[in-house]
Each structure stands twice: as structure tokens, then as C-alpha cells.
């Protein structure tokens, strides 16, 4: 069998088993009218079992599946984990699957069903995913523009007795003594360059952490990347805009610019 399977807007799926001659409309669960923006497929044919595990994810944290390529009707999974937009869904074995979006949203699942949310870094939209093996992935996205400082907001209290004052910074609250009566309120954000979003998992999205460098030093790529393959345990190939196309061959430690038309 030459199965393709095909998914796009108001929750449109269509697959072929004849290498796309002819495309027949699967059946989604009722009432679902999210675009889908992404699929994942594997084979898991055995002999002559003709088996196709496939996942749709979309917008509203639409996530779907199938056990036969689509023969029979698509069912929703991961209900209640997000509602994010989702841009791009891998799975490795047809059970263990990412999924990653809006808001640096990051979803995972264990047995093809129950989605969990896994802790990223970034608050940034994540465009694409890919997994080596269950425990090495890299997701990449839009540049993060997360403010990492803020200064000290400084309020100032004071009395016939002792006066103080509280400097907070993020969380962290400290009390220090002063002689006299002020009121100052002054945020202020310690600018951050823009910078091309790549993470990477070596636990399987226990952890993810942020590269910081993409790109040569010189000419580092602060674009929004749109796709990953993580090859190998070292070999990560990702595209982005401009016809920015970038290869690292130490797991994310050092880029380079592969040449594109």
C-alpha cells in the first residue's frame, strides 16, 4: 500500500492508499471545525498487517489520531491539555509523541492518548519538532523576546521610629534600612537581543534548554525557524525565514549556514 493522508483547514482530512490517484474524506468527530496544521505518521506494518499510526494536531490544542491511516474515524486525544494552537506533532513510535505551539506550549504522551505539559524555557510561538530517539528532541520556533531582567522596583516607607525600604527583584524580597521618607517606583527591563529559538531535550522533554547561540558568531540568525530533523544523536538540520537553512553537528553546540537557492 502507498498510503498518504493529508489534513488542512476546518479539520479537513483526506488519505490515499493508491500513491494519490484518488483521496477519500475521513471522518472526524462531530462538530470539530479547527484547522489542523500538522501530521505525524508511522509505519508499524508487520507482515501483512497493514497498520498506520497517525496524529493531526491543530488549532485549539486539536490533537487527533488513528490506529489504520484514517479507514476509520479519526478520534480526539490529549482533551483538557491545552488550548494553544499547535504547529507541528512527531511521533517516534506511534505511542511516544510531541507536540509543541503557541506560548511555548510542549505537549508529550507515553501511550498515544494522555497529553502532558512539559516545562519550557520560552513563552514564543514553537513552529516545528523532531526526536532522534525517546530521549533526544529539538523544537524551534519564533525568536524569543522574553525580557530575561527586570531592576528593582523600590518602595520606601518611613515613621517617627525606623523607616525601610523593600526591593523586590523578579520574586526575591529584600528589606533594607533607610534615614529618611522617599517613593520610588521605577521598573525597568535590561534589553535583550533577539534570538532564534531552538531547545533541546536529552531526557525526552524532562528538561528542555535553550540555545543561545544559532549560528556562526559572527553572523548569528535571530529569524523565526519553521522546521527541525533532528538526524542523528549530533546531526540537527534546521529552515527558517530568508532561506535560512542551518546544520549543527555537536547536538546544538555549534551552527552553520548551509548555502540555499
Known amino acids: 500500500l502507498r498510503v498518504c493522508i493529508v489534513v488542512g483547514e476546518a479539520a479537513v482530512i483526506a488519505s490515499t492508499s493508491d500513491g494519490g490517484r484518488v ?31 497517525a496524529f493531526a494536531a491543530g488549532n485549539g490544542g486539536t490533537i487527533l489520531m488513528t490506529e489504520d491511516g484514517g479507514a476509520t474515524p479519526w478520534t480526539a486525544v490529549g482533551a483538557g491539555a491545552t488550548t494553544a494552537d499547535l504547529n507541528s506533532i512527531f511521533t517516534y513510535d506511534g505511542r511516544r509523541t510531541w507536540v509543541v505551539g503557541t506560548g511555548g506550549t510542549i505537549l508529550y504522551t507515553s501511550n498515544a492518548k ?13 513552529y516545528g519538532v523532531s526526536c532522534q530517539n525517546p530521549t533526544s528532541c529539538a523544537a524551534v520556533g519564533a525568536p524569543d523576546a522574553t525580557p530575561k531582567v527586570c531592576l528593582c522596583l523600590s518602595i520606601s516607607l518611613s515613621s517617627s521610629s525606623s523607616s525601610s525600604s523593600f526591593f ?3 520574586i526575591l524580597i529584600l528589606p533594607v534600612r533607610l534615614p529618611q521618607l522617599t ?79
Not at 494522555?114 to 514553537?126: A, G
Not at 535590561?190 to 531526557?203: G, K
Not at 535553550?210 to 527541525?228: D, E, H
Open 183 to 261: 517613593l520610588l517606583c521605577v521598573p525597568q527591563l535590561t534589553p535583550t537581543p533577539l534570538q532564534a529559538t531552538v531547545l533541546i531535550t536529552d531526557d525526552g522533554g524532562e528538561t528542555w534548554s535553550q540555545k543561545t547561540q544559532i549560528g556562526p558568531s559572527t553572523n548569528v540568525f535571530a529569524g523565526t525557524l519553521y522546521g527541525v530533523a533532528h538526524c542523528t544523536s549530533n546531526v540537527i538540520m534546521i529552515v527558517g525565514s530568508g532561506g535560512t537553512i542551518l546544520k549543527t553537528l555537536g547536538a546544538g553546540e555549534a551552527w552553520d549556514y548551509i548555502p540555499s537557492r
Open 168 to 170: 523586590l527583584f523578579l
Open 114 to 126: 494522555d497529553f502532558e505539559v512539559q516545562t519550557t524555557p520560552v513563552t514564543t510561538t514553537l
Open 23 to 53: 483521496y477519500t474524506r475521513n471522518t472526524v468527530p462531530t462538530g470539530l471545525k479547527f484547522d489542523l496544521n500538522s501530521l505525524t505518521i508511522k509505519d508499524d506494518r508487520k507482515g501483512f498487517t497493514k497498520k498506520y499510526s
